[in-house]
Nanobody
Framework: QVHLHESGGGLVQAGGSLRLSCAASGTFSSINSMGWYRQAPGKQRDLVATVTKDGNTKYADSVKGRFTISRVNAENTVYLQMNSLKPEDTAVYYC???????????????WGQGTQVTVSS
């Protein structure tokens, strides 16, 4: 089993910054991809950013140039630095670990419980 522990959400004014953290724990040998999705009220869950263990990153167009994803493989932790936040960034942010290798499963996908980010105008 893999558990994802998220932290760093909160309330911030437009133009401000927040940093999200997500640490993976449990019994696994590797996690290929870690990242973040977000879901606003009444909307689907969408990709924000992901990073592979080799350092390859992917960003949603709406956050390019404002958000930066990083990862510390030795700590199984991923970070999302969010700058120049906008009200439309308001959502629940979910950490994801994908292509996880555990003793029982190869290629599993795991989600965190989510952390609320609210940007006021």
């Amino acid at each position: 089993q893999v558990h994802l522990h998220e932290s760093g959400g909160g309330l911030v004014q437009a133009g401000g910054s927040l940093r999200l953290s997500c640490a993976a724990s449990g019994t696994f040998s590797s996690i290929n991809s870690m990242g973040w999705y977000r879901q606003a009220p009444g909307k689907q869950r969408d990709l924000v950013a992901t990073v592979t263990k080799d350092g390859n990153t992917k960003y949603a167009d709406s956050v390019k140039g404002r958000f930066t994803i990083s990862r510390v493989n030795a700590e199984n932790t991923v970070y999302l630095q969010m700058n120049s936040l906008k009200p439309e960034d308001t959502a629940v942010y979910y950490c994801i670990a994908a292509d996880v290798v555990t003793p029982r499963l190869i290629g599993g996908v795991y989600w965190g419980q989510g952390t609320q980010v609210t940007v006021s105008s």
